[in-house]
């Protein structure tokens, strides 16, 4: 029972998105798809969107 909790897990943890080896955001399961936060400036003008797809 404890083992289906941790698979859970896993699949909610978040994608970081990196480009040239440094990190702009991640990407974390939300509703139908996945949601994009922001965590550098060149990154902020896409910060909120939803994607169906990874």
Known sequence: ???NSLDRAKAHKPIVIEVAG???GVVVPHEAGYRFLAVRL???AIDGQHFRNR
Request: charged residues 20%; glycine residues 0%.
């Open 1 to 3: 029972m404890q083992e």
């Open 42 to 44: 060149p990154a902020f």
């Open 22 to 24: 440094e990190p702009l």
